[in-house]
């Protein structure tokens, strides 16, 4: 069973501050790796995603990838309240699908 | 645009019974995806389709029926509908190349009583 895992949380970081989400993955052969946030009673909304090693930014979102490690994670800099939510790390399977982590709840505290 | 839109969006029905559940995207994506979310499992995929009259299953397709005779549609049919298949469907799509990310649609909550 090829598996993702994240911590399940719930995660508390003060607002302006750096939240860091983490996630590892058990396939070595994953090639690609994407981050969404779900809000509660919403759909899963693209963050982020990376398929090469190192840092890749967007606007205050860093997404870290280390494949030697099967490690991933995402960086939230400046956070707001409204960046409250389940971060959810899914990473390809092969054969064309994702496998998801259970998603790790994160609360901005004002 | 309208990209992916699931319907309908809140379903309540009774166990035995046959529901669909309808999924329609604009954007000629290629894949399209089920998924059921539920809490302690996060989102499982229950069946996928890489394209008009080819589908496969997913990790948990047992209960279920896809179909997708046309690109833009693709239905999931609960046969004889079971209190364990109570929960949050989602729809997803994706273009063809395996490291595009899926979008989803707004899902679908079903209760079975």
């Known amino acids: 069973q090829k598996e993702v895992e994240q911590n399940s949380g719930p995660l508390s970081v003060p607002e302006g501050a750096i939240a860091s989400l983490n996630c590892t993955y058990s396939d070595r052969g994953s090639q690609s790796f994407f981050w969404y946030r779900q809000y509660s009673g919403k759909s899963p909304e693209l963050i982020m995603f990376i398929y090469s090693n190192g840092d890749k930014e967007d606007g205050r979102f860093t997404a870290q990838l280390n494949k030697a490690s099967q490690y991933v994670s995402l960086l939230i800099r400046d956070s707001q309240p409204s960046d409250s939510a389940t971060y959810l790390c899914?990473?390809?399977?092969?054969?064309?699908?994702?496998?998801f982590g259970q998603g790790t709840r994160l609360t901005i505290n004002p | 645009d309208a990209g992916i839109t699931q319907s309908p969006r809140y379903k309540i029905t009774e166990t035995g019974r046959q529901v669909t559940l309808m999924c329609h995207q604009t954007?000629?994506?290629?894949?399209m995806f089920w998924y059921r979310q539920d809490l302690g499992h996060g989102l499982r995929l229950i069946y996928y389709?890489?394209?008009?009259?080819?589908?496969d299953k997913g990790e948990v397709p047992d209960g279920y029926v896809v179909s997708r005779s046309k690109t833009e549609n693709f239905p999931l049919t609960l046969e004889s509908a079971t209190r364990s298949q109570t929960s949050v469907y989602f729809c997803a799509s994706r273009e063809g190349y395996s490291n595009q990310p899926q979008h989803f649609g707004d899902g679908t909550r079903l209760s079975i009583l």
């Open positions: 899914a990473v390809d399977q092969g054969a064309q699908k994702l496998v």
């Open positions: 389709s890489a394209a008009a009259d080819i589908t």
């Open positions: 954007w000629s994506h290629s894949y």
